[in-house]
């Protein structure tokens, strides 16, 4: 991999400020989705690393929270200047290990430099209160001290920004924290590390434990009482597991679980601007975002109008290498995930969709699946259910408003919606009733680091990014003080 900084390209673990190999001298492979080709050999660690490495966060705790928040400020600040200044090499790693387009990498490398940019600031905004005291000699002090070491768990699909995500308000607050990067992805997690231990932030204070033994760090993160709070984005079932393996030292827990996102399409819609919020929310990152839209519900009266049109914009996807010139769709992460996209859309045809448009698939190397629409599709089908996370859109058809409400509530999850109506009291109406956490009026992305990115249900506890991001690394204490 060519870069202009080749620092970045790391593949040792990062503890306490070293680069380090497993006490085992283990190592796993990362290869490239969209190629098939070995990119590195990465230290592969094991729980007595992970422990080591929660050891080294729980002596950099103590000084990191007596710092001043101005000085955790600046610090911050120095390492989104360095993460934007070598946005492209971080771009090229992300495609490498990823298989998301170039242009799509660096928009990432981005905004999750916004979060670190933002919490920057929000570092020096974590504010207190004096309360009014019921007697004259009494006052109450009300402020917020940093909960203790986080361990960090972050997924492959946006391996910088996830991580971005977690580590920033962590800092801000004053934490110390030990993150494992999925195995598919550990390169970008380790070039952030290498650049924020560029800007002077201290040794200790961010541990990267790389492995492809997830279950073992997990238990280790888990149940190791030095850790006083766990942050996790992934899958649901796994989320699970980690509140059951929390729940011995009542263990603080953020968790960013799966999604099952409706797109509804009212008649009075602008189809245009549906069809590009749409693909826009359906195919980035070949549909692998835990917010992408899951399953479209369209209003019969235009719904062959919509078909027709995403059919259109949907015939200029061009599969392939992300880092080929003019490529908008890139491979999914594994053979595993093309084997589960495949049996989705097969269960829906045997239940009755149809096929109305697949995109021609002309690479034959790599974990590729063609962009497909499926139109008709029962609400009884698999994927209506599960999260899909590839280049598949469903459509189905809905009579009204109470019956598009009922179809988009209808799940166990509860992150994102969409909705494109040109009717304001409607926009209030299903703002007010559609059961998530976050959602796209009249547009079909909805993310960035001022607003609250979470979910409801089974799709997790807690927000990430804005000024409520910082609320689940600080413990609020109270002093009574009489005199």
């Known amino acids: 991999m060519k870069l202009v900084n080749q620092s970045l390209l790391r593949t040792q673990a990062f503890i306490n400020g070293d680069w380090c190999l497993a006490a085992s001298h283990r190592t796993f492979a990362v290869e490239n989705p ?46 989104f200047d360095l993460v934007m200044k070598h946005q492209t090499d971080l771009a090229h790693i992300l495609t490498a290990e990823q298989g998301k387009p ?12 916004s979060y670190i940019e933002w919490f920057a600031e929000e570092a020096k905004r974590i504010n207190g209160d004096i ?34 995500r977690k580590l920033a308000p962590a800092l801000a607050a004053g934490c110390s924290v030990v993150a494992k990067p999925a195995a598919e992805t550990p390169l970008s997690a380790l070039a952030l590390a290498y ?8 040794a200790g204070v961010i541990n990267i434990v790389t492995s492809s033994d997830a279950p073992a760090i997990g238990a280790e993160f888990t149940s190791n009482p030095t850790v006083r709070k766990i942050s996790f ?46 693909m826009a929310s359906k195919f980035r990152n070949a549909g692998q975002t835990c917010v992408c839209a899951n399953r479209f519900y369209i209003q019969r009266d235009i719904y062959q109008a919509f078909t027709t049109k995403l059919i259109a914009a949907m015939r200029e996807l061009r599969v392939g290498n992300g880092m080929d010139s003019g490529v908008s769709i890139g491979p999914l992460i594994s053979h595993k995930a093309i084997q589960k996209a495949q049996s989705l859309v097969d269960d829906a045809i045997a239940k009755g969709a149809q096929r109305a448009y697949q995109s021609p698939l002309t690479v034959t190397a790599g974990h590729f699946y063609p962009p497909t629409l499926l139109t008709h599709v029962p ?40 909705c494109y109506t040109r009717d304001r009291q409607r926009i209030k109406r299903v703002g007010d009733e559609l059961q998530v956490g976050m959602l796209g009026m009249n547009t079909g992305l909805i993310s960035n680091e001022m607003a609250p990115f979470g979910g409801i249900k089974q799709s997790g506890w807690g927000r990430e990014g804005s000024s409520y991001g910082i609320d689940d690394y600080v413990n609020i204490k109270y002093i009574n003080e009489f005199f």
Not at 51 to 75: D, F, V
Not at 102 to 113: D, I, L
Request: charged content about 20%.
């Open 131 to 164: 309360i009014p005291p019921s007697s004259s000699n009494q006052r109450i002090t009300v402020f917020k001290q940093p909960v203790g070491v986080v361990a960090a768990i972050t997924p492959w699909n946006f391996p910088n920004a996830m991580l971005a």
């Open 379 to 418: 609400t009884d089908a698999a994927l209506a259910e599960q999260e899909i996370f590839g280049p598949v859109a469903a459509l189905i058809p809905f009579d009204d408003e109470r019956d598009a409400i009922a179809l988009a509530n209808n799940s166990v999850y509860g992150l994102a919606a969409y």
């Open 233 to 278: 984005t992934g899958s649901t079932a796994v989320g699970k597991l980690l509140i059951q393996q929390c729940a011995a030292d009542v263990k603080r827990i953020t968790l960013e679980l799966g999604g099952n996102a409706p797109f509804i399409v009212f008649e009075d819609a602008d189809l245009d601007a549906a069809v590009a919020g749409a």
């Open 102 to 113: 170039f242009a799509e990498a660096k928009a990432e490398v981005a905004y999750g430099a």
């Open 195 to 202: 650049l924020a231990q560029e800007a002077g932030i201290p």
């Open 34 to 79: 969209a190629t098939g080709e070995h990119i590195a050999q990465v230290a592969c660690l094991e729980a007595s690393d992970a422990r080591r490495a929660i050891q080294a966060a729980a002596a950099a705790q103590g000084p990191w929270a007596q710092i001043t928040a101005k000085e955790r400020s600046y610090l911050l600040r120095r390492w």
